[in-house]
Every structure is written in C-alpha cells, then in structure tokens.
C-alpha cells in the first residue's frame, strides 16, 4: 500500500467536504451514535499518529 499525504487537516483526513458528510450521514443512519463516536475517535487518532510518525 502507498502512503499517501493527508495533508493537514484533522479528523477525517483528506476527504472532500462532501465525501466526509456522506461518510457522517451513513454512520449516522446505520450505526447508534455510541459506534459513530467510537469510529470518528479511532480515524481521528490514526490521522494524528501517522502525521506524528512523519515529523
């Protein structure tokens, strides 16, 4: 697998604005809001820690 620049944004990486609402909106209707939480935490962290791994 390539790396890829993520750039500088937070939370969902790189993905265009209507990317990550979809994304959002799909949680939202297929999981209960404890799992999107837990989800939106986990990319969140792997964003922070590969950009971390780059320094």
């Known amino acids: 697998m390539a790396n890829k620049n993520?750039?500088?944004k937070t939370?969902?990486?790189?993905?265009p604005?209507?990317?990550e609402a979809r994304a959002k909106n799909i949680?939202?209707?297929n999981?209960?809001?404890h799992y999107?939480?837990?989800i939106d935490e986990y990319f969140k962290?792997?964003?922070e820690?590969?950009?971390a791994s780059r320094k």
């Open 45 to 47: 962290r792997l964003a």
């Open 27 to 29: 949680l939202n209707r």
């Open 6 to 8: 993520i750039g500088n």
């Open 36 to 38: 999107r939480r837990a």
């Open 17 to 19: 604005p209507k990317a």
């Open 31 to 33: 999981y209960p809001p």
């Open 49 to 51: 820690k590969q950009t």
């Open 11 to 15: 939370g969902w990486g790189a993905l």
